[in-house]
């Protein structure tokens, strides 16, 4: 054994109810670096990660931390042994202040003392950067800034292991490199970092190592610059993704409609500025500008996600009134929520049962759809987005992160909109998945859907929408089309410089 | 075979495991205490009719109105995750109105007046209920909070309908319902309980009323976004538990052919509240199976018969129930299920891994 390791796993086993997660896995983890941990939704990242932290029990194999042999039986232990987390889903409490929640359950008595422990917060909060008061509650944080609050709880615990699983998807490239400024300090004070995520170019910009899962088995272990991006991604999926010439940006469809589908006047909720906004049938455009530009709470009042105040609407020349979700998908538009843990998953229901949450609620309580079409509708999706589940009855909560986005995915689809919104639809979604996810959205446009996307990827955004609304302070601050689209103009515009 | 045994221990059977066992074992200990214990007999009641009867036709017979107001009480905890302490005195109240309708005529009570006593009540007790459902749903306030309201004021109510009185009502009709229908050897009040069962099967069946409060109970937000009026479910679950409440109230007045608006159903709501949770189900909401808490009922009143016949004074009964149910309740919790699936599938792994050794 090699003097700077600082963690191993071996053969590691892991079996669930119909799966098998992981199979004879092996990771080792040295002092000092970051190793970027890879592979598809649902190809055992997360698991791997719980057993080192305790919340799960490995059915077989060994860990070892600095060559000692351990057992590691709770959260509680994984942290006396210096090994801290930031899960995937925020897991904090949302009802606490942001102090309490950086120091819950680590308290040595009764007796807190809140000034103190509030002083502290303030301290660790301003080293990093994380714009947040320390007696605020949590809740009326942004997620960004809930997620940095996690990373900052973790950073406080002295840690020599930190594991971030995919802490980056709910922050823009601002708070990214705060965070691997932040990465980097702590590898340079010897921390072993253990990073997942499904973005490739910040596997390349901070890691070391990769270590490739596929189907709950150990592809390999490279060195980054060893490992050239195109072969990384052969190596997570099995095969050569040679699709990705077949989006390129500025590659915008052609748009066969001219229709306007919906159309709104200042329109604004309780979160919400009034704002103009239309869409036709068949095209796809998007919200784009900062973390809390308003641009979510833009979508949300289409929706009638939030109070509407006011506003004149109109679906195929119609006026109408959407105060409510149901109004929205009585007139043919669906929504995909930002926040998939409050917002979309039933987590103990299965997979069957969210998939057809919604056409069941548009066809009314009286229509229940029989239970062979339900299993008929829950298998041809689970078929055409490539879930991976145990079977269609799995609670939904049980599934890997992406693979619940792809549920609540498929909920929307089934309902058959005329106008789906997707409010970052591509979180904690794989490369090659979310290139699936990106011709679906042409592909529902060529045949007359008009889809709202928003992202925080602006290449993204750039390969599928025809149309940028740009928003700032929760105002929209400019329109890009054409010749305008493109990643120069979009961030200048972001970022306030005169168009 | 082996297969579903190992389900069945590691919790695979879900949420019905432990009540299932509970009966077993009440059973099973009854059966070692006194082997007649659970024998039937036959017998020619009052009336001159060939009935069932027996400890066994006394329990079941005698779980009715818990069995009907714990289905009800299921999904008023399913949907609004906190529970209706309200139940017995609302269901004194339906008590109340049914005999008040009944003696509106002076004497001779046929079938007729009866169905529109019952109706009469229904629509009391879904209004009571309907009030306690706005406090919850409409303004969001604790289910139990919202409910201690009519809990405490409940029997006063009941006790202004008849005028303080506790009239009487003896007719045929009253007696078919509260104890046998002539012909039919099976006690009314058990015919009643399935055929809620049944109505509860078909609403399930015909609505889409159990997803939908499913879902609001796990995630409301989530429910919202997708369209569902929780508000509405919510309320309506109050609602459905006010019809038990009508049912279960009409039969005990029935039994007894009066209204004691003191003691019809007295602490019935700790009861029904314990049968939804021995029936495995959380009483912070979410997913729900009516037929656990149904079991649920029989539980207990088979644990409070098998006190009574080993001569265990009433105010003791109390506390052996409390202990049994301690036990029942923690052994159903998260906590102990999850370290038993874990203990029994280690055990069925290393059988499983020995027959493959055996088989090479
Ligand atoms: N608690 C659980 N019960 C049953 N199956 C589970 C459970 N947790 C994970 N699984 C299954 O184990 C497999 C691996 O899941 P895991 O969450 O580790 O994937 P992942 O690599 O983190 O994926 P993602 O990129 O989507 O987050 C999946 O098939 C998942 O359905
Ligand atoms: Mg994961």
């Given at each position: 054994m090699q003097e700077d390791t600082l963690l191993q796993m071996r053969h590691i086993d892991k079996r669930f109810p119909g799966v098998r997660a992981l199979n004879d896995v092996d990771f080792t983890l040295r002092k000092g670096e970051i190793h970027a941990l890879m592979g598809e939704n649902g190809a055992g990242k997360s698991t791997l990660i719980k057993i080192l932290t305790g919340v799960y029990q490995m059915d077989g194999g060994e860990i070892s931390v600095e060559g000692e042999k351990v057992s590691i039986r709770s959260p509680q232990d994984a942290q006396n042994k210096g090994i801290s987390t930031v899960y995937q889903?925020?897991?904090?409490?949302?009802?606490?202040t942001v102090s309490e929640n950086m120091f819950i359950g680590r308290g040595k008595g009764a007796w807190v003392k809140h000034k103190a422990l509030e002083k502290r917060a303030d301290e660790i909060l301003t080293k990093l950067g994380i714009p947040a008061r320390s007696s605020q509650q949590l809740g009326s944080c942004s997620l960004a800034v809930q997620q940095m609050v996690a990373i900052a709880r973790a950073v406080d615990m002295n840690c020599k292991v930190l594991i971030l699983d995919e802490p980056t998807s709910s922050l823009d490239d601002k708070e990214v490199n705060m965070l691997f400024a932040l990465m980097r300090d702590l590898k340079s004070r010897g921390v072993g970092i253990i990073f997942v995520t499904h973005f490739l170019e910040q596997v390349y910009e901070v890691s070391d190592r990769i270590t490739v899962l596929r189907n709950g088995e150990l592809v390999g272990e490279y060195l980054t610059k060893d490992l050239p991006q195109v072969d990384l991604v052969a190596k997570m999926i099995g095969k050569e993704l040679d699709e990705l010439s077949d989006l390129s940006e500025g590659d915008v469809h052609e748009e066969n409609y001219n229709e306007v589908l919906y159309e709104a006047e200042n329109l604004s909720s309780s979160d919400a500025k009034p704002f103009d906004f239309s869409i036709r049938r068949g095209e796809v455009n998007g919200f784009t500008g900062l973390l809390g530009s308003g641009r979510s709470e833009s979508v949300r009042a289409i929706f009638g996600a939030d109070k509407v105040n006011g506003g004149n609407v109109k679906v195929k020349g119609q006026n109408v009134k959407i105060t409510h979700p149901i109004d929205a998908m009585k007139h043919g538009i669906g929504y995909l929520a930002e926040d998939r843990k409050r917002d979309g998953i039933i987590a103990e229901l299965s997979v069957r049962e969210n998939i057809i949450l919604a056409l069941q609620v548009m066809n009314g309580i009286f229509k229940p759809i029989s239970r062979s079409e339900q299993e008929a509708f829950a298998d041809e999706y689970i078929k055409a987005l490539n879930i991976k589940t145990a079977s269609r009855e799995t609670p939904v909560g049980s599934l890997s992160g992406g693979n619940q986005q792809k549920v609540i995915l498929a909920r929307w689809l089934l309902t058959h909109p005329d106008y789906l919104i997707l409010d970052e639809p591509t979180r904690g979604i794989d490369v090659g998945t979310k290139l699936e996810i990106q011709k679906l959205v042409l592909k529902l446009a060529e045949e007359g859907v008009s889809v709202t996307f928003i992202s925080s990827e602006v290449e993204e955004m750039l390969r599928t929408c025809s149309r940028l609304i740009v928003m700032r302070d929760r105002h929209v601050v400019g329109e890009l089309k054409g010749k305008d689209l493109n990643q120069a103009q979009v961030m200048k515009t972001i970022a306030g410089g005169e168009a | 075979m082996k297969k579903n045994v190992k389900r069945f221990f590691s919790g695979g059977l879900g949420q019905l495991t432990i009540p299932i066992i509970a009966i077993l074992l009440l059973v099973i200990f009854n059966l070692i205490r006194d082997?007649?214990?659970f024998s039937i007999g036959i017998a020619h009641n009052s009336d001159g009719n060939m009935v069932l009867a027996g400890n066994l036709i006394s329990i079941i017979n005698g779980a009715s109105e818990l069995a009907i107001l714990a289905m009800g009480m299921t999904l008023v905890t399913a949907a609004c995750g906190g529970q209706d302490i309200s139940v017995g005195a609302a269901a004194a109240i339906a008590g109340s109105v049914f005999v008040k309708v009944l003696k509106s005529s002076g004497g001779n009570i046929h079938g007729g007046l009866v169905v529109a006593a019952f109706v009469a009540a229904c629509i009391v007790a879904m209004l009571f209920a309907s009030f306690n459902g706005t406090l919850v749903a409409v303004f969001k306030i604790q289910p139990m909070i919202a409910t201690l309201i009519l809990y405490t004021c409940g029997r006063s109510i009941a006790y202004w309908i008849n005028g303080g009185a506790t009239p009487t009502v003896s007719s045929p009709v009253i007696n078919a319902i509260g104890s046998f229908i002539p012909g039919i050897p099976i006690p009314t009040p058990v015919l009643i309980v399935v055929l809620m069962a049944i109505l509860f099967r078909l609403l399930f069946h015909f609505t889409s009323l159990e997803l939908f409060t499913q879902s609001v109970g796990i995630n409301g937000s989530a429910a919202r976004l997708n369209g569902i009026n929780s508000t509405f479910i919510k309320l309506l679950s109050f609602v459905i538990l006010g019809v038990c409440v009508a049912v279960a109230g009409s039969i005990g007045v029935s039994r007894l052919g009066l209204i004691n608006h003191e003691t019809l159903l007295l602490d019935v709501e700790m009861d029904t509240i314990l049968a939804v949770a021995i029936g495995g189900n959380s009483l912070g909401g979410g997913k729900f199976k009516i037929g656990g808490s149904i079991i649920g009922a029989y539980v207990i009143q088979m644990l409070t018969i098998t006190l009574y016949a080993m001569k265990v004074s009433s105010t003791d009964v109390k506390a052996y129930k409390a202990i049994v149910i301690i036990l029942l309740v923690v052994i159903g919790s998260p906590v102990v299920k999850a370290k038993f699936s874990k203990f029994a599938s280690k055990v069925f792994n290393k059988e499983k891994k020995a027959v493959v050794k055996g088989a090479e």
């Open positions: 889903e925020i897991t904090l409490c949302p009802n606490l | 082997p007649s214990f």
